[in-house]
């Protein structure tokens, strides 16, 4: 039973160029989360999907940032216009569906994303 | 929204010795209390989780207590050894269908050999 698998592993992008991050849960899951660390930090929540449908995108910046999760596919995470301040360590999270039931989160290996 | 802090922010014990970390969350309504490990470069991976109807679990040398009326948990290591230096997370949930997640802001457990 695979993991959550997330892609690229490591990504540099230079400043005002775009960035693409994937993420596929582990098989059952339909609830993805996505979660940004700075070096030497927590994990700061940023977008929390269901398939087609975005639950909760209270942690991600307004502008640049959005987050999808289609019916097919992985779900992305896409920064346009990148800046140095983007740089950091992201992660996908998912859990299973089921009321009355909290589930662990069971994290991706992350991308890192480097803005040069 | 939820509120969890986190202390201390890092930890050095010898080996063999216990290191215990704690967490206090804000909201009530909060039902479930996931610890993670991370290690350096790596994903957090789950070591423990307690549900709000249950005040202690342990599994071999790892402990959570959980004190609903005070809200909050705390994550007992026993006989540590140098593998476990990590970085710790405590996180706090109270979702049926919708299952957000506050997490800690980590604490850095050094055991020296």
């Known amino acids: 039973n695979a993991g959550v698998m997330q892609n690229p592993r490591h990504l540099v992008r230079r400043r005002g160029q775009e960035a693409r991050l994937r993420c596929s849960p582990m098989?059952?899951?339909?609830?993805v989360y996505w979660y940004r660390q700075l070096p030497e930090e927590g994990l700061k929540f940023m977008v929390y999907?269901?398939?087609?449908?975005?639950?909760?995108e209270s942690g991600m910046p307004k502008e640049r940032f959005s987050a999808e999760f289609p019916k097919e596919g992985p779900s992305i995470l896409r920064i346009q216009q990148v800046v140095r301040g983007d740089s950091a360590a992201y992660f996908c999270a998912s859990s299973p569906s089921g009321q009355g039931i909290n589930s662990p989160l069971h994290f991706g290996n992350g991308t890192r994303l480097t803005v040069t | 929204g939820e509120n969890v802090e986190q202390h201390p922010s890092t930890l050095s014990v010898q080996e063999g010795d216990s290191a215990v970390i704690k967490c206090t969350y804000s909201?009530?309504?909060?039902?479930?209390f996931p610890w993670y490990k991370q290690e350096l470069g790596k994903r957090p991976q789950l070591i423990i989780d307690?549900?709000?109807?249950?005040g202690e679990k342990k599994d071999q040398r790892i402990a959570v207590t959980l004190n609903k009326t005070a809200k909050h948990f705390s994550l007992h290591i026993t006989e540590t050894q140098p593998e476990d230096s990590a970085v710790y997370f405590c996180a706090a949930s109270k979702g049926y269908n919708f299952n957000k997640f506050y997490f800690g802001s980590g604490t850095k457990l050094n055991v020296k050999p």
């Open positions: 999907l269901q398939k087609e449908n975005i639950i909760d």
């Open positions: 307690i549900r709000s109807n249950v």
């Open positions: 909201d009530s309504a909060s039902n479930y």
């Open positions: 098989k059952g899951h339909s609830h």
